[in-house]
RNA sequence: GCCGGAGUAGCUCAGCUGGCAGAGCAGCCGCCUUGUAAGCGGCAGGUCAGGGGUUCGAGUCCCCUCUCCGGCUCCA
């Protein structure tokens, strides 16, 4: 049979071969570093003999497919040493996920810190003993029997089609239907750590038998393992619920979960970003609206959310019916489109944009609310452009323009999704092919890369979602931009067009920073808490070195002041390294030292955030100005002479 | 909501098998008058999350409630 490798060649081999005996006919180095390979596209086991022609890549280290199956086996070795110490355990599943694995276990006692450190040390002892991971197809008779006392397995089992071969993996004692592959031997889990455990439910049905999960990370090299859970100690550097209270932003109270309270500090930041946006928006044609929090259920009862969505929303008593009729608004597009009902609208208003960053509640499960990124009481970016169908295109690249400038302003990298219809929608295939058209154009007219997302579309449809990535690497879905069919139909929205006839328009639901709540979140964890200037809550401390400077200190902080300069001053009675330890821990970009010297030249020593002992001296004035200008242009570095960390 | 863990001073955390509630930092008061990341000394600060129970005695053991954390589910 013939072999096709990566670099093209073609080799012949008996029928049978294994792909491990194709790797040693290349080289040893290689057949050891082989680790699973790819057969016509699929990967398997190196041990898998080769049937008849294919395409053959040895996958080792450096392939990113490998680290997949890799991880893999390492929850094998995890279900492994767990049997060890807790034999009655009945395994559930044990996949490969992002940076590691997990294995579901069926146990009366849940695992606690110490037995994960049990756990795995017995790891290490099954990683030694070398096993080989050895893969058996089976029948489902004999596979019933292999896995009689694994009621989990046994479910799993029976889901199987009559059609799919049935294989177990065996490493050393321990058993798993699996469907692979795997590395070829125990040996190769060297550089792993367990991380947590959790409670999840059997095939996450909350109706279903909960199991502990067991978290672990494993990595091809030492440097790799270290490099991640460095990274993961610098995430938790970054908790924006640690930075909240450590830099004074926000916090929570018992008796109001998931909202937060802002404090002045917090509140400089969440307003300079809503004032930000409120003046790009109008730049752009939007009217900036704010619409009632507390509606009765006529408006949820038309939009459909009375139906479907009331467990989520607040319910106000009304005292005169005694009925619960009232909610808080979840949610601003309802009544953004009364607003548009409003008046008789004509083609030559479109589109019509409006844009409010009102108040919106969600009661949310207890379960899930989580710092500021999962709350109850937000305020969303939200805007709803409404326009004749032939303006989709046009006024799409617009937004898609607006969602980069707001982004690229922030240091924010991001990524896009084009998302098609779903299985179930609303609408005609007429009517999806000119939606979809009318979107995919503008997006291609941007020039940006994209990833399809086929059927990921609303029901009432397809949408364009963006992915930011901030500083450690990590993705957040923010900003989105919805064609939307259905409603201008459920609440009859209309225009009356060039021909005198009354006409349907569509809608744009579209936000940018998702809420405000969670954006911050995302910022002061990209920023590590050190914001740019004109985002700093802080923006010039002052420091007097001695008592003797008071006055001139606050002479300056009064004329920073004037020209819009948050500033302080910090004349306690401390040294000054106590003082430059405290704004530096408090991130605030200049520290403005003023000695003696200074004081008596009418100069300042400027010091910035991050940058170390070096100073320099310059005018008040041309430190007022500089400031001034960064704030205004809304500069993401702080410094002023050439390229410097922040 | 469910499963598990946690809640001790403003913050970070000690407090063993039940026996008088502690430290560092922050705060306040004094001294020092300070030149680029913590000067020195003193003082004050607690319904041990809340409620109930067991016990001669509970921060510690049991039950209920609240909140937070990690997940599941869900989602902006």
């Known amino acids: 049979m013939q072999v096709r490798l990566p670099d093209g060649s073609e080799r012949r081999y008996p029928t049978g071969t294994t792909v491990l005996e194709v790797a040693e006919s290349i080289g040893s180095r290689l057949?050891?570093?082989?680790?699973?390979?790819?057969?016509?596209?699929?990967?398997?086991?190196?041990?898998?003999?080769?049937?008849?022609d294919a395409t053959v890549e040895i996958l080792t280290e450096k392939s990113s497919e490998s680290l997949d199956v890799l991880r893999h086996s390492a929850a094998h070795v995890l279900a492994t040493a767990v049997r060890r110490i807790r034999p009655e355990a009945r395994i559930g599943f044990g996949p490969a996920i992002e940076d590691g694995f997990y294995y579901d276990f069926e146990v009366a006692e849940p695992f606690t810190p110490e037995d994960l450190k049990r756990i795995e040390e017995e790891m290490a002892k099954v990683a030694e003993a070398d096993d080989p991971f050895e893969r058996e197809v089976v029948d489902r008779a004999r596979a019933r029997e292999l896995f009689a006392a694994d009621p989990l397995k046994l479910e799993r089992l029976e889901e199987l089609g009559d059609g799919e071969v049935i294989t177990v993996y065996r490493n050393g004692p321990f058993l798993d239907l699996c469907r692979g592959p795997h590395v070829p031997d125990t040996g190769r889990i060297k550089h792993f750590k367990l991380l947590n455990t959790a409670a999840a439910y059997w095939r996450g049905d909350s109706n279903r038998q909960t199991l502990h999960r067991i978290y672990g990370t494993a990595w091809h090299s030492k440097r790799e393992l270290e490099d991640?859970?460095?990274?993961?100690?610098?995430?938790?550097?970054?908790?924006?619920?640690?930075?909240?209270?450590?830099?004074?932003?926000?916090?929570?109270?018992?008796?109001?979960?998931?909202?937060?309270?802002?404090?002045?500090?917090?509140?400089?930041?969440?307003?300079?970003?809503?004032?930000?946006?409120v003046e790009v928006l109008l730049e752009n044609g939007y009217d900036i609206v704010k619409t009632p929090l507390l509606f009765n259920k006529g408006l949820w009862e038309v939009s459909g959310h009375w139906g479907k969505y009331r467990e989520n929303m607040f319910l106000v008593l009304d005292n005169e019916t005694g009925e619960h009729d009232f909610s808080l608004k979840p949610m601003n597009c309802p009544s953004h489109h009364l607003m548009y009902t409003a008046k008789k609208r004509s083609y030559r208003d479109l589109p019509i944009r409006y844009a409010t960053q009102d108040v919106l509640h969600r009661n949310e499960v207890s379960g899930a609310l989580s710092g500021l990124t999962r709350v109850r009481q937000f305020q969303q970016d939200d805007a709803h452009a409404y326009l004749a169908e032939e303006q989709i295109s046009d006024e799409v690249g617009r937004m898609v323009g607006l969602l980069d400038y707001f982004y690229g302003v922030l240091g924010l990298e991001y990524t896009t999704k084009f998302a098609t219809r779903p299985d179930v929608r609303i609408g005609d295939d007429e009517m999806w092919d000119r939606a979809e058209g009318a979107l995919l154009a503008a997006l291609e007219s941007t020039g940006l890369a994209y990833e399809l997302k086929p059927g990921d579309g609303a029901f009432y449809g397809?949408?364009?979602?963006?992915?930011?990535?901030?500083?450690?690497?990590?993705?957040?879905?923010?900003?989105?931009?919805?064609?939307?069919?259905?409603?201008?139909?459920?609440?009859?929205?209309?225009?009356?067009?060039?021909?005198?006839?009354?006409?349907?328009?569509?809608?744009?639901?579209?936000?940018?920073?998702?809420?405000?709540?969670?954006?911050?979140?995302?910022?002061?964890?990209h920023y590590a808490g050190a914001f740019p200037v004109w985002?700093?809550?802080?923006?010039?401390?002052?420091?007097?070195i001695s008592d003797e400077q008071n006055e001139s200190a606050r002479q300056f902080a009064g004329d920073l002041a004037a020209v819009g300069i948050r500033t302080e001053v910090d004349d306690r009675s401390e040294t000054l390294n106590y003082k430059i330890r405290e704004a530096e821990t408090q991130k605030v970009p200049y520290m403005a030292v003023i000695g003696g010297r200074e004081a008596e030249a009418g100069t300042v020593a400027v010091r910035v955030r991050g940058a170390g002992r070096k100073q320099e001296i310059v005018t008040r004035q041309a430190f007022a100005g500089r400031v001034r200008e960064q704030v205004d242009s809304k500069t993401l570095r702080v410094g002023f002479n050439g390229p410097r960390e922040m």
């Open 31 to 52: 057949a050891r570093a082989a680790l699973a390979a790819k057969v016509n596209g699929q990967v398997v086991d190196v041990a898998r003999p080769l049937e008849e």
């Open 228 to 277: 991640y859970l460095h990274r993961l100690e610098e995430a938790k550097k970054r908790d924006h619920r640690r930075l909240g209270r450590e830099l004074d932003l926000f916090f929570f109270h018992p008796t109001a979960p998931g909202s937060a309270f802002w404090t002045h500090r917090g509140t400089i930041i969440f307003n300079a970003l809503v004032g930000w946006m």
């Open 462 to 525: 397809p949408k364009i979602d963006f992915d930011v990535s901030d500083s450690i690497g990590r993705k957040w879905q923010l900003g989105t931009i919805q064609l939307d069919y259905a409603n201008p139909d459920r609440f009859d929205l209309g225009f009356t067009g060039e021909d005198n006839r009354e006409h349907r328009p569509v809608i744009i639901h579209r936000a940018i920073f998702g809420s405000f709540e969670r954006f911050i979140a995302i910022l002061i964890e």
């Open 535 to 544: 985002l700093a809550p802080v923006q010039v401390v002052v420091l007097p």
